[in-house]
């Protein structure tokens, strides 16, 4: 079993900045590709970023690249998302998830999952 817990968000101006930290416990999550996701009221939960088990291979969604930046520490058990030049459109709660297998872009490739932090860009 693993435990994930986000935190980091809150309400930010247009064009500021926040970083996630998605924290695990229960075991570790080191051998375990990681995924960001967010769900705004009334659509769908949809791909933000993920990240191997080593760090070196990161992808992201076209709405997100050069702005967002995933990242992780395994040896503080946590996985984070540097959000840049946040726009309001990016307002959603936003959600960390252990990969388990198929389509790293689908939620249904992801098992375990936190129970989200809220994210607010006000323009």
Do not use: H
Request: charged share 15%; with cysteine.
């Amino acid at each position: 079993q693993v435990q994930l817990v986000e935190s980091g968000g809150g309400l930010v101006q247009d064009g500021g900045s926040l970083r996630l930290s998605c924290a695990a416990s229960g075991r570790t999550i080191s051998t375990f590709a990681m995924g960001w996701f967010r769900q705004a009221p009334g659509k769908e939960r949809e791909f933000v970023a993920s990240i191997n088990w080593s760090g070196d291979i990161t992808n992201y969604a076209d709405s997100v690249k050069g702005r967002f930046t995933i990242s992780r520490d395994n040896a503080k058990n946590t996985v984070y998302l540097q959000m840049n030049s946040l726009k309001p459109e990016d307002t959603a709660v936003y959600y960390c998830a252990t990969r388990t297998s198929g389509y790293y872009r689908a939620p249904a490739a992801y098992g375990y999952w936190g129970q989200g932090t809220q994210v607010t860009v006000s323009s």
